[in-house]
Structure formats: structure tokens, C-alpha cells
């Protein structure tokens, strides 16, 4: 993930960020090394569970990172391993709707929920109460 700066379309770089506050949002600040423009990126509670559920590790605040990413364990994950619980052609089919970069992290948010609400099955239901629980 990259912020790129409207204006003179160059990756902007992190210049503050790091672990969830007491309320569990993250924020970040960015600078356009070119120019100074600065955007701040802010995520709820519901977004940094998502993130944190998936096992990305956030890192330490003022970290700077390749491309300027707040989340530097995105970008070295861990293959998906095969999955322990099986999944309906529906659900699947339905999974193939998010974006190829970040399906394999859903996926494994998707199954870490069925697996802590004791679902035997991933289907359209779970697939429903996993979005809703994750503000999506």
C-alpha cells in the first residue's frame, strides 16, 4: 500500500504512526517529500481489528517502511496455509469478489472467526457475520 501525493504524484513517506491508541485507532501522518503536502490516515477500532486479527504486525511508532506502509507486515506475509475448515462453493465464490491483494488476509480472518464461533462450515452466513463483526 502506497499514498501517493496528488500533486506531484510521488509515494509520500511516513512521518508518524505506530501501535493502537487507548481507543484502538491508528493514526499516521504522511509527507510528499517533493512538495510538503501531508495527509493523516486515521482507522477505527473495527478496521484495526481487522488488521491486527489477520497478524499484521504494526510497527513501532515513527517506523518508516517501504513505500511509507503503516502495516510493514503486509508486506512480507506469510503464504495462506491450507485451510482446516472447508468452505461452500457459494462462500467461495463469494470470496473471489475481493480484490486478489487482499483476499488471502480476508480469507484468513474469515476462517479465524468461524474457527473462534465454533462454525464447522465457512458459508454465506459466516461470510455475513464475519463482515458485520469487522465493519465491513
Known sequence: MKFLCVSCDEPMTMQRGGAPDETGSIT????????????????????????TSLGVKLGPDGEKTAGGCPFPGM???????DSDIPWTDAALQRLQSIPDFVRPMARQGIEHYAREHGYAEIDEKVLGEARGRFGM
Open 75 to 81: 508486506l512480507e506475509s506469510e503464504p495462506v496455509p
Open 28 to 51: 499516521a501522518l504522511f509527507t510528499c517529500p517533493n512538495c510538503g503536502n501531508q495527509i493523516a490516515m486515521l482507522t477505527n477500532a473495527h478496521e484495526t481489528e481487522v488488521v
